[in-house]
Every structure is written in C-alpha cells, then in structure tokens.
C-alpha cells in the first residue's frame, strides 16, 4: 500500500481533513504534450489552479469542475435543485395599498418620494432571493512521483469527455470524466499503461450542513440539509453517493475514506440529489434517487455507459459545424491562445467559441433539468455572486438566445417549464400585489419562483420580466411550427398580457398607456432614482407580448373578444421615440443625454433592436440609426454579457467588421478566463451564450419576415461554411462562401412552409414539401 492511501486512511481515522492543496504546484511538469487530434478541444499543459481553469462536464441536472491535479484531483460537483430555503411567497402584504400613491408621485415628478415609498411597503419581504448552492467536492489523491511528463489536461466538445494524462515513472496515467445524460451519473475511468499501478483515496467533502460515511466497502454517502437564507428555513435534504469499481488490487473502507490500491483500472460513479420535487413540495427521496442510477450505472460498465453518454450527446452537438478556416495559434493550448488572441490570426477561436456555447448549454438545460441560470449549473460557492439565480432582466434570457438559431430546441423546455411555475407563483403576486388578473414576474426569480421585486427600487420595481420569457416561447413556435406546442403555451401568454391589460396606466401627458410603476433595468434616469412611467423597454416588450399573444390566437382559433383588447392596447402603447441627440430614447422624455451614466452596461431600450424585430435597417431605417448613435454613445467594452448584447445589435444592424471587433473583445482575457468562461467579471455565463448567438447572428437571420443569408460577414472571415442552424419558419440552412460571396446555401424544410430568402439585395420566394432542400447560390 502506498505511503499516499496510509496517510489517508491513517488521516481519516483521526478524524482528519486532508488538505486541499493547489493541484497546479504538487509536482513538477515535464516534457510537452502536443495538441489533442479533436480541433474542437479546450487544452492545458498544467492543472487547474483556481476554479476558472477547471473544466465543466454536465448532464442538465448534475455538473462538475474537473481540476486535472496530478496528486489530488478535485471534482466540483453541481445538483441543480440544491439551492437554500424553501417554499416562501415574498409578496409584500402592504404593497397593494402603496401602489396607487406611488403611481402618482411618479406621475408627479417626485421620483425620490416614490422610490422611498416603494422601498418602504412594496418591495418583497425577504428583500433577496434564495442562492445556488455547491454539494460539495470529490476528492481523489494520488502518490506523489518526482515528476510528470507530458501533461495534457483537454475537454472534447464532440464527445463530452475530459480527460487527463501523464506520464510518471514510466507508467501512463489517463482520467476521463463524463457527466451522462442517459444514466444520469458522472462517470469517471482511472487507467495505467502498466497493470496494478492504480492507487488512490477518495473522500467528499462540502461546506453543507452534511456528513459522510463509507457503506459496503466501496462507497461513500454524503446526506445533508441545506441551509436557510434571509430568513427562510432550509426545507431540503440531499445526498451525493460515490462508488468504486476496481479491477485487481485491494480496496477498504475508513471512516469517510475509501481506498483503492494496485488496481489495473477503476471506475468511479457519482450521483446526487435533493428532496425537490416542484417549487411547492420537497417530499422527494434523495436516497432512492441517487442509489438507483449508481446501482444500474454500476451494472453497465463503462464502455456501455460511454457508447449511450456519446450518442445522446452527439445527437444534439453534432447538428452544427463551422468552419472560419485556422491560423497557427489554433495549435496552441487554450489559455496561451487566449492570452495571444488580441494580437493573433486565430478565426477557428470563434467556431470554437460558439461550440463551446453550445456544448454549456446541452450541458446545463436539458428536458427534465432546471434551466441555466447566472453560472449555468456550475458554483463553487454557498453564496455566489447575485444567488447564481435567475435575472430575468436580460441575463437568463441571454442564456438561450443561442438555443434555437444554434439548433439546440430541446434546450429551452426547462426554461418553459420555469416559465409555467412563474404564471402560478406570479398569479399570486398579480393577485395580492397588484389586483390583478393573469400573472407578474419582477426581475429576478429563483428555484422557489419567487416573483415579487427583489434588492430595492432601483434593480427590483421591474414587472416585465415575465413578459419578456413569453418571447421565448414564441420564438419556440416561429422555428418549429408546432401548433399543439403553441396551444399548450398559449395560456401562459394570454396570463402574461392579462396582467398588463389591468395595469396599464394612461400617461397625463402623452395619453399613451404605459407600465408605472417601472424602470429602464438597472439604469437610473436624471432625477436621483431609477424608478418611472413608460420606459422604452417595457412599451417594447409589451408590443411583442400582445402581438404574439394576438397571433397565437389566431392560429388557434380563440378569443376573438380578446384580441381585440389587445389590439387596441397594443395601438396605445408609447412609440419608440428619437431623441434630439439623435439616439433612441431610453425613457418616455428625452433624458438620455442628462443620465449620470451614458455608458451603462444595460441597453434595454435596444430590446426593440435584438432580440425583438421592431428595428430592422430595411424595415425602419430612422429607428435603426438611432440605434447606432445609442450603441456608439454606450461604448462597446462594458462587462462580459453587456459586450456580447452589443455584438449581436451590430449584427442586426449588418455592420459584421464592427461587430468583430467587439467581438475580439469578448474573447480577449480581460473578459474571457482560462477554460473559456465569461467574465463578467466575475463569472456569468450569459456572456458565453450571448456570444455564440452572436457568431450564428452574423451568418444566418430570419426575425424579419425573411431568411436572409450572410447579412453580417466580417472581411476577415472571407472563407468559409456553416452547416445546421435553424432559421424561423422551420428551416436548417447550411451556407458555403468564399472571397466574401455566398456561394451555396441550403435549405431544408421541416415544416412544409414557404420561404422568402435574401442574399444583398436578392430576393428569392421558395415553398418547400416538408423534408425537401432547395439549394442557392444568391443569384
């Protein structure tokens, strides 16, 4: 037995910790690993040395960090329902009384007053929202050699699969580490080139209120509570199960430490999992859910849990390929190439950028998952920045702009299913809030989906964020067709305007009808406070809500009494307005120029630009100016997410070079960290996926009544193709160009509806049999 797997054992029946030491200084690294064969890698000749270098493998439900230590490897490890507290309804019992005198202050111009009095009886009690939690960690440690040669630490996208390997006294150590969407478990292989070389201990541990015991000689539970917050009582139990399989060798059971010894291979497989059954009733057995998918895992094997992890996966990630073509720094491992990327000929680093989007997505939102919030489902923390929840006023929403253009459809059920536990908690609050009918979500919610406004006047006193996911759900319906989807969500819509037919309000002065009380996200205006009457955003959002929710009805035949009320509504919502600096009004006066930040990170108001279709160059070309003088004014570097808004809004308004060299920005190392996430800073995922749609933006767009094809290409992206993305109508269109001019396109029909294509100024209109292509050559 090695001195390593003594100490531990000895350690843990002490009572002991081992010590958590950086992986990246145990020993010390020789030789160089070349590149992996798979171009669409992440790759690092080093371990992991803080939490933004480690390397994420998920299934939609569980996710974990891979660090790649050569003496300790830490698995991070994710259950997406561990979140703190339990059900609440935070809705302020004042609130509905204050409302009418704070519609008044407002329309008086006594915005400090309003904003007190809101803070003082309408804000939600508690005040936040519940955190994303962390389980906890899984760590294996290793003997310690004198060196290792040829480290390679990589994360294939095409297959999902992390991997780590060496070479220490003549022997070739590999790890693998998957996460399977089919079997429901992270799976990891431990192999040696040479047999009985395989020696390591294993333990958890969390910050959780838990505790950790070794049962059958080769595995370990973790069962637990999770903790309250803001004063709500945590109401969850959880537990993380671990089981070894070892080929030859000896194993044995300490305490909470298993250790395996002189092994030819190894297996390890992880589960977890939480009481949580819906936002209302946590009576779920974590112990059933995470014993039976080790046990059924553990009679599959690896080679057959491997075959079902890569079909599933590939299914979806296989859909799409771009090629931008490659430079020399595309040799490089990742980190290096991001450090050189401001000044490197790298356009393989954006193909690889927007897979990778998609690969965080497929791995964080599945059918039957939570959706992706502020980190996806990644967090280290008991407390991480803003809870890692759901800001509802652009960031989760950015987290699936790349779900349907990218081909990803199957990723955004779980935020549907988020939206229809919204329309039944956020009926409450339009009910005891407001007085009113349908349903109210506010600008952040949580696992509990609470609804009411969070953190003060000034971020919370936000009721459009619920109508703002019903896009999503339209955009569900415009790519696919699918008329018994759309009669399924239609309830949700028609809840969604419902609210804002009550409470709406006519402006003294204008007579339009407009949201108060409200606010441009985040943004304050001249007047010492953030809160208002009728910003830009909200008249937006509404103009596509009551839309949608009127074309809806006519596909299926309902409530003409009701379109009508909406029709009308929807002609007395305030206009998008140009202000006399010539940009587009952020508020329903024209205080842009006087806001004591002309920089700010949030451009609401452009909403109406992307992702909605109200601004188009062809369609409303003074609006689309106006958009250009707004962005130009904003700055195009901010933080990470903000930056990638910006890119998308240079690609609607066709200017690709612009929008590239933002785009470089993004990728730069001040806003992209070693394994490629996002830096706010500090870490939101939003910006990954903001980014990828991005890419597929400036290649594909169909939000105008037609497909229109290469209608942002950058020069420096002169050659190239792009196969699999979705355009609405229920299109997959695949291009080829070469010297900056199309040169294929091909599309094909998975709804059986007429196509009105465009390539500059050439128009083609196509009806297409459900399953036929038509094939393009612009002319």
């Not at 979806?316 to 401001?342: C, N």
């Not at 809030?433 to 406004?453: E, Q």
């Not at 597929?696 to 196969?723: F, M, N, Y």
Request: proline share 7%; net charge neutral; hydrophobic share 40%.
């Amino acid at each position: 037995m090695s001195r390593i797997v003594r100490f531990a054992i000895a350690a843990a029946a002490l009572g002991l910790w081992l010590p958590l030491e950086s992986p990246g200084a145990e020993v010390q690294l020789t030789g160089r690993a070349a590149a992996p064969d798979e171009p669409l890698s992440l790759w690092y000749r080093h371990p992991a040395r803080q939490w933004v270098e480690a390397l994420p493998v998920g299934n939609g439900r569980l996710g974990a960090m891979v660090f790649g230590g050569v003496v300790e490897e830490r698995l991070q490890l994710n259950e997406d329902t561990l979140w703190a507290g339990g059900p609440y309804d935070p809705v302020n019992p004042e609130a509905k009384d204050a409302l009418p005198q704070v519609r008044q202050l407002i329309f008086d111009g006594q915005y400090k007053e309003a904003d007190r009095l809101i803070a003082a009886k309408v804000m939600a009690k508690p005040l936040r929202q519940m955190p994303y939690q962390t389980v906890g960690d899984l760590l294996l440690n290793f003997p310690e050699p004198a060196a290792a040669a040829d480290y390679r630490r990589d994360l294939n996208l095409n297959t999902a699969v992390a991997t780590v390997a060496y070479t220490a006294n003549g022997v070739k150590f590999t790890r693998e580490v998957i996460a399977s969407p089919v079997d429901q478990v992270i799976a990891v292989r431990l192999r040696a080139s040479q047999r009985g070389q395989i020696q390591f201990t294993a333990r958890l541990r969390s910050p959780q209120r838990a505790a950790t015991t070794a049962e059958g000689g080769d595995t370990l539970v973790m069962r637990g509570v999770n903790g309250g917050a803001e004063g709500i009582a945590g109401a969850l139990k959880f537990q993380a199960r671990v089981k070894v399989l070892a080929v030859g060798g000896t194993m044995a059971a300490v305490a909470d430490t298993l250790s395996v010894a002189d092994a030819d291979e190894a297996l390890i497989l992880i589960a977890a999992a939480t009481s949580y059954r819906n936002c209302r009733d946590v009576s779920g057995d974590p112990e059933a859910a995470t014993r039976d998918p080790i046990a059924a895992a553990a009679g599959r094997g690896w080679d057959r849990l491997l075959a079902a992890h890569l079909a599933e996966h590939q299914r979806l990630f296989r859909r799409v390929a771009l090629d931008l073509g490659s430079g020399d720094a595309a040799a490089l491992p990742t980190d290096e190439r991001i450090q050189r990327f401001p000044d490197a000929n790298d356009p393989s680093f954006a193909a690889l950028y927007l897979q990778y989007g998609r690969y965080l997505l497929l791995s964080s939102s599945r059918p039957g998952s939570q959706p992706a919030g502020l980190q996806g489902i990644w967090n280290d923390s008991m407390n991480p920045p803003w809870g890692g929840k759901y800001t509802i006023n652009i960031n989760t929403e950015m987290n699936y702009w790349p779900a349907e253009v990218c081909n990803l459809a199957e990723c955004v059920e779980p935020l549907i299913a988020m939206v229809r536990d919204l329309a039944e908690t956020g009926g409450r609050t339009a009910r005891t809030m407001y007085g009113a009918r349908g349903w109210v979500t506010h600008h952040n919610t949580d696992l509990w989906r609470a609804t009411a406004p969070i953190d003060g006047p000034a971020w919370g006193m936000w009721p459009a964020g619920g109508a703002w996911l019903c896009l999503h759900l339209w955009d569900r319906f415009e790519f696919s067709g699918d008329t018994a989807y759309l009669a399924g969500v239609y309830p949700l819509l028609k809840g969604a305007a419902e609210f804002f037919l009550d409470t709406l309000v006519e402006d003294p002065k204008t007579k339009w009808l407009v949201t108060n009380p409200s606010l441009s996200p985040e943004n304050p205006h001249p007047f010492g406070a953030a809160v208002c009457a009728g910003p830009t955003m909200d008249s937006q959002i509404l103009r596509d809500l009551f839309g949608n929710c009127i074309r809806a009805a006519e596909v299926l035949d309902r409530d003409p009494g009701f379109r009508r009320q909406l029709e009308a509504a929807r002609a007395r919502l305030a206009p998008n307005q140009i202000g006399k600096a010539g940009q587009l009004q952020e508020w329903l006066e024209d205080w842009d120029e006087r806001a004591p930040d002309r920089k700010h990170r949030h451009i609401s108001h452009l909403y109406g630009l992307y992702p909605s279709a109200q601004i188009t160059p062809r369609g409303t070309p003074k609006l689309a100016e106006a958009a250009k003088v707004t962005l130009n004014t904003r700055g195009d570097i901010t933080t990470g997410w903000a930056i990638a808004w910006r890119i998308n809004c240079w690609a609607r308004l066709h200017d690709g070079d612009r929008a590239l060299n933002i785009l470089k920005h993004l990728f730069s190392p001040s806003r992209t960290y070693p394994n490629m996430f996002d830096a706010h800073p500090p870490f939101q995922i939003d910006g990954n996926f903001g980014g990828a749609a991005a890419i597929a933006e400036l290649l594909l767009q169909s939000h105008a009544g037609e497909i229109e094809l290469l209608p942002a290409l950058p020069k420096a992206w002169p050659s190239g193709s792009v196969k699999g993305l979705r355009a609405r109508g229920g299109f997959e269109v695949s291009l080829e160009w070469e010297d900056g001019r199309l040169k294929q396109a091909t599309l094909r029909s998975l709804a059986g509806k007429p196509a009105r294509l465009r390539y500059g100024d050439t128009v083609r209109e196509v009806r297409l049999a459900k399953g036929e292509q038509f094939q393009w050559n612009g002319r």
